[in-house]
């Protein structure tokens, strides 16, 4: 029997932040069963109470992306309750802020820049590493990158470290993507622009406002707009799709 005869089996990190969560209900709604990672345990009970009507079909793992051990917690826990995953979403990710805003790149501390890197890149790195070895088995998976619009233009509101770890995230979706081809497996990117959701709420609502009216759209998105794109890829329909960024940004940027 295939990955996708046996059902989806779907793993997604920082899936208590605010889009992680939409994520993770999309796929719930579409019938998958979701390995629902994050590293925060009172965030992870929350969206488990929020998605109750579908609890045997979720697991909660407390796990932190930027380290081996968080994702071989991830794995172990995934195969003792649905099976080898064949969806990854690489959803986990920081953009520290200080009073409101991005420092810098000249006044970034080390221990910074650490952190987002390794939450943002060595985070998607390790992940694809662990689980990819069971999408080549199965000859079959979908792997989804969240990036951002930071990689696009450098970043407006997220600090130097944030935009160079999002432009490395479409890197390892290229590179990944032309590795992985070969075996069913597609790597792509979504790279949201300012969603009215998550760690958009880290900077005042005024600049949040001022931002929106300079998007052609008219709007901030929604985790909705960012979670129905996650889902569309991470369907087995997208096999043609790879290697490639989606940019969810109402027209913020374009190419
Ligand atoms: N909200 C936006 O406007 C926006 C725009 C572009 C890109 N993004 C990207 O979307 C993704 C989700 O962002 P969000 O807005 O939902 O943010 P969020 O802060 O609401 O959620 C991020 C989640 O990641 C978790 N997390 C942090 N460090 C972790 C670690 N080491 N291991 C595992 N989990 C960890 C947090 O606990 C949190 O639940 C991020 O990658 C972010 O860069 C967001």
Redesign the pocket.
Known sequence: MSAVQQGRVAVV????????TSIVEALLERGDRVVA????AA?LEALQAKVAQASDRLVAVV????EPS?WAAIREVALDRFGAPSILVN?????PKHDGKKLNGVDIPLNEWNAVV???LT?PFLGIQCLAPGMIEANYGRIIN?????ARYGGRLGGLH?AAT?TGVLGITRAFAHELAEHGITVNAV?????A????AMVSEAVNADYASTIPVGRL?T?HD?AHTVRFLSDEDSSFITGTTTDVNGGSHMQ
């Open positions: 990190t920082g899936a208590a932040g605010g889009l992680g990672s994050d590293v925060s965030a796990a932190d992306v930027a968080g959803n986990a990710g920081i953009s390794g939450v943002n985070g969240i990036a951002s619009v930071a944030y999002k790279a949201p622009g300012r969603i959701s998550g760690m958009a998105g985790a960012v």
